[in-house]
C-alpha cells in the first residue's frame, strides 16, 4: 500500500523514521501533491537535485552563522521541508510519538497545545482530530503557507503565528508547547526560552526533543547551529530551560507495556505513556514545568 510512496534513499538517510505509516501516507502525500500539483515522485525527484546541489551550500553557511538574518533568510525561502517534512509525519516513527503526544494530552489535562516550529502542520492536524485545540508557530515562508493551507483543506479552525510577527500567542493561555527538532536551528535560545515561559500559565508543559550534535544515527546534520554545539551536554541545555524560569519533570515516553509489545514484534506500539525523571538526550521527550511566578 506504501510502494507508491517509499523513497529508499530517505529510508536509507533515516533509519530511525522505520518506513511509512500506510494509514497516514496517503494522507501526508495527498495533501503535498495537489498542493503542488506534482505526483510524489516528481517531488521527490526536485527534492533531491536541489538537495544534493544548492541547498547542501546554504545549510553549511546556515549551521556556521554568525547572526540571525542569516538563519531567517534560509528558512523563509527554502522549499526544502515540504517533502522532507511530509516523509517524516507519514513514517512509523512519528505517528507513534504523535500518539505519545496525544495521550499525554488527555492523560494531564493539556487542552491547549502551541507547536512552536510547526513545520507542515502535521502534529497540529493530529491533535485537532484527537479534540485536542493546537495552535501553530513558525516563520513566514513556503513551510508556513503550505500549514496554513491544509488547515484550510481539512477544515481546521487552527490559530497560526509567525515568529517575525507582532502577533504572538496570548501570554500564560497555553497548557503545553511543543518544540520538536526545532531549537538546534534557533538563533536566539534564550530569548526564545522567555518567549516560551510567558506564553505558558503556570505549571504548563514545555515538551522539547533536540539534537545538538553534528551528527545522529550516522545522519550528518549539517543545518543545526554550530553555536550551539554546547547543548547536546544535558546539563547544559537543562540550565539554559531552567535559567528561563522553569523545572525539570521527566522524560516523556512510551509505557513498560509499550516496550513488552515492542518486544514482541510491535515496533510502533503506544499502549500507554510515562514520565521518567532520568535527565537525558535521547529518543524521548524532555517535560520542564513553568514556574509560578
Aim: glycine share 8%; with cysteine.
Amino acid at each position: 500500500m506504501t510502494r507508491q510512496f517509499t523513497d529508499p534513499r530517505m529510508d536509507r538517510e533515516f533509519p530511525d523514521w522505520g518506513g511509512l505509516d500506510p494509514r497516514a501516507a496517503g494522507h501526508v502525500f495527498g495533501d503535498v501533491s495537489t498542493y503542488l500539483g506534482l505526483p510524489i515522485e516528481k517531488i521527490a525527484q526536485a527534492y533531491w537535485f536541489y538537495r544534493d546541489r544548492q541547498d547542501a551550500a546554504a545549510q553549511r553557511q546556515v549551521a556556521e552563522a554568525t547572526d540571525e538574518a542569516t538563519v531567517l533568510a534560509y528558512y523563509t525561502s527554502t522549499p526544502h521541508y515540504l517533502y522532507e517534512l511530509s516523509y517524516w509525519e507519514a513514517s512509523l516513527e512519528k505517528q507513534a510519538w504523535f500518539r505519545v503526544l496525544a495521550r499525554a494530552c488527555q492523560k494531564y489535562g493539556l487542552r491547549r497545545v502551541l507547536d512552536f516550529g510547526g513545520g507542515v502542520g502535521g502534529l497540529n492536524l493530529y491533535l485537532k482530530t484527537h479534540g485536542i485545540p493546537c495552535d501553530y508557530l513558525d516563520v513566514p515562508g513556503k513551510t508556513f503557507d503550505y500549514a496554513a493551507w491544509r488547515f484550510a483543506r481539512h477544515g481546521l479552525d487552527v490559530a497560526t503565528y509567525q515568529t517575525t510577527s507582532s502577533s504572538n500567542p496570548p501570554e500564560g493561555a497555553l497548557d503545553a508547547i511543543v518544540a520538536w527538532d526545532v531549537l538546534e536551528h534557533l538563533f536566539d535560545l534564550d530569548g526564545t526560552m522567555g518567549n516560551i515561559a510567558r506564553w505558558l500559565r503556570p505549571d504548563g508543559w514545555f515538551i522539547s526533543k533536540s539534537t545538538f550534535s553534528e551528527e545522529h544515527d550516522g545522519h550528518e546534520s549539517g543545518i543545526h547551529l554550530a553555536k550551539h554545539a554546547c547543548y547536546s551536554d544535558i546539563r547544559q541545555f537543562n540550565q539554559l530551560i531552567l535559567r528561563n524560569g522553569f523545572r525539570y519533570l521527566g522524560q516523556l515516553k512510551p509505557n513498560p507495556l509499550s516496550r513488552l509489545l515492542r518486544q514482541c514484534g510491535l515496533r510502533y506500539a503506544v499502549a500507554g505513556i510515562a514520565i521518567m525523571p532520568r535527565l537525558k538526550h535521547g529518543g524521548n521527550f524532555l517535560v520542564h514545568t513553568r514556574l509560578s511566578r
